[in-house]
């Protein structure tokens, strides 16, 4: 079965920018949607951002100007960068499937999530 | 932005008593297309959240009975119709009818 893992440095200094791929197993990325998600300690779930199958890129508007969302399909992973992190982005980081097939439009497949603290 | 409003907080059950859970949205979650995309996650303590229920309420894939969703519009409702041990954690709505996609502040269930 497809299954999602996030890798990266758990550990970021403030003002640099944190970079996290996710690889996807057991299936094909085509005809799905790839979402970023964190969940800040002791809180809830907040939207990142997504990638389609055909590169284009959905953001929060509230961080927007310091997101970048890629796809590498040859390799089955997209990753996320975010840039000029704070102590605010210290959060658990967890990709997902978005699967539209039969207009379903929900987070379908998780990865198990990876923690990233922004210390100096 | 569309908002998502969960009650309760937290929600303590008695095993084998029934559970419900409110989420409310501050604009009307019906797309263009007609379809309301709501669905409802549950994440036990320590785990990546789990996706539960799809278009208002549609059970997902190997999801117990006992689980589910209804409402329509702006106002929706999860139930668990008798709770048990593993269900225990954090239950989330969240909207994927128009961008950003956002999340409900989360209801926790717990036995008491």
């Known amino acids: 079965q497809v299954q999602l893992r996030e890798s990266g440095p758990g550990l970021v200094k403030p003002s640099e920018t944190l970079s996290l791929t996710c690889t996807v197993s057991?299936?094909?990325?085509?005809?799905?949607?790839w979402n970023w998600i964190r969940q800040p300690p002791g809180k809830g779930l907040d939207w990142i951002g997504n990638?389609?199958?055909?590169?284009?890129?959905n953001y929060n508007p509230s961080l927007q100007s310091r997101v970048t969302i890629s796809l590498d399909t040859s390799k089955n992973q997209f990753s996320l960068k975010l840039s000029s992190v704070t102590a605010a982005d210290t959060a658990v980081y967890y990709c997902a499937r978005e699967n539209w097939h039969y207009g379903m439009y929900a987070f379908d497949i998780w990865g198990q999530g990876t923690e990233v603290i922004v210390s100096s | 932005d569309i908002v998502m409003t969960q009650t309760p907080l937290s929600s303590p059950v008695t095993l084998g008593q029934p559970a419900s859970i409110s989420c409310r949205s501050s604009q009307s979650l019906v797309h263009s297309d007609g379809n309301t995309y709501l669905s409802w996650l549950q994440q036990r303590p320590g785990q990546p959240p789990r996706l539960l229920i799809y278009k208002i309420s549609n059970r997902f894939s190997g999801v117990p009975d006992r689980f589910s969703g209804s409402g329509a519009g702006t106002d929706f409702t999860l139930k668990i119709s008798r709770v048990e041990a593993e269900d225990v954690g954090v239950y989330y709505c969240?909207?994927?009818?128009?961008?950003?996609?956002?999340f409900g502040g989360g209801t926790k269930v717990e036995i008491k």
């Open positions: 969240m909207q994927a009818t128009q961008f950003p996609l956002t």
């Open positions: 057991g299936g094909s990325m085509n005809n799905y949607n």
């Open positions: 990638i389609y199958y055909s590169g284009n890129t």
